[in-house]
Structures are given as C-alpha cells and as structure tokens.
C-alpha cells in the first residue's frame, strides 16, 4: 500500500490567500523531502527535514516535520501566480533505505 | 538549470516498435533513478541503480528494460508496449543511494504508445 499520503488532490486559492498542503504516514520517517514541479516541468527539490518538531522557512514558505515524525506540512503564505505547480512530499521510513512520493497537491492561484 | 539531460523529451511508437530512451547525468552523482508519471500515478519509481548495480526493481514489466553501462548514463529499453504505458518518464539523480540526499530530475520524455 502507499507509505505516504498527500492531500488534498487539488486546491484552488485567489492571489494573497494562503494555502497548506499535508503529508501523512504509518509509519515514522528518517526524514521527509519537498519537491515543487511547474506545470510542464520536473520536480525540483525544495528543502528536507530530518529532526522532529523542525520548522525551516523559504520566503513565504513554511516547512514543519512533525513531532513524531510521521506527519509534513508546507504552508504558503499570500499566494502568487507564480506558486502555481504541483508539490509532492517524500519520505523515508526509518531503516528502510527507500523513498515514497505522495502523490502531490496540485496548486492553482486565480489573479 | 538541470544537469540531468533527457533524450528524446517527445517519442510516439507503436505497440510492436522497440525504442530507447536515454538519461545523462553530468553531476557526478552514484545513484540513478526512472519514474514513471501518469494521471493515474503521479511519481512511480520503477528502477534505481547505485553505482551502476541495479538495487531496486519495483514490479516493473519485463517490456520495459534498463541498462546502466556506467554511473553518469541510463537507458530505459522500451519493446511491445502497451497504449497505458503512455506517460511522462522522469529520470533522476543523486549523490548516493541514501534516502538523505536529494535527487534531482530531468526534464522528462513524453511517450505516446499508439
């Protein structure tokens, strides 16, 4: 079954709003990774977290690892245009040395 | 910007052609990856090969093949595929096998099973 969830599937946000996207699993992870992608384009890695309870910022940004470490947010503050693109969450179970994507928010900012 | 390179991005075949696709990586990077993205899926990993010894095989059908003559390139050996197979296959690279580093992706092909 799916080791990480994402939700939700899509969001829709007017510019200036802001918007958060959850990361959600089983079981606990060694760390968790963001990737952003354009419509069009690749994923581009954003950031990781490996401590529990980390928050690490980008600009309008806001990355959390929860304390457990089975749970990721990415929040947003005051949407632009140019945030629009599909963000997947990915991470590691401890001690297994493999990677799951979820299955990504895909993000739409209305000027 | 990416120094991981795909060829060909666009690739329309037919179910009895026999195709490859081709991934370079110019980062110095031991680990190499293919995905596979669909509607259905959005990033399926299919192959991982770390310092050019495939590890990991995800249930992938034997229509698809890859091959890793060395540690910057990756093939992807398409043969009787299938019209689901149509997608966008993602190659991706990183330092090391290790969950730890991040992996940076190509810009993709675009397949198209007719």
């Known amino acids: 079954g799916q080791q990480v969830m994402q939700i939700p599937q899509y969001q829709h946000v007017q510019e200036g709003e802001d918007f958060t996207t959850y990361c959600n699993s089983s079981?606990?992870?060694?760390?968790i990774q963001w990737y952003k992608q354009r419509p069009g384009g690749h994923p581009v890695f954003l950031i990781q977290?490996?401590?529990?309870?980390e928050v690490k910022k980008q600009k309008r940004l806001t990355f959390q690892f929860g304390e457990a470490k089975k749970n990721s947010s990415l929040h947003i503050t005051a949407t632009q245009t140019t945030d629009v693109g599909t963000y997947f969450c990915a991470g590691g179970p401890y001690n297994f040395n493999k990677f799951y994507f979820g299955s990504g928010t895909k993000l739409n900012v209305k000027p | 910007e990416t120094g991981v390179t795909q060829t060909p991005r666009h690739l329309v075949m037919g179910m009895t052609n026999k195709k490859s696709l081709k991934c370079e990586q110019h980062l110095g990077h031991n680990a190499m990856y293919w995905y596979k993205q669909s509607a259905k899926k959005p990033l399926e990993l299919m192959f991982v090969y770390s310092l050019e010894e495939r590890v990991e095989n995800n249930s992938v059908p034997s229509r698809f093949s890859p091959e890793c003559p060395n540690s910057s390139h990756l093939f992807l050996h398409l043969h009787t595929l299938q019209p689901e197979d149509s997608a966008l296959y993602l190659c991706?690279?990183?330092?090391?096998?290790?969950?730890?580093?991040?992996?940076?992706f190509g810009p993709g092909t675009r397949l198209t099973v007719t």
């Open positions: 079981t606990t992870l060694s760390n």
């Open positions: 991706a690279s990183s330092q090391d096998r290790d969950i730890s580093y991040e992996q940076y």
């Open positions: 977290l490996v401590k529990s309870g």
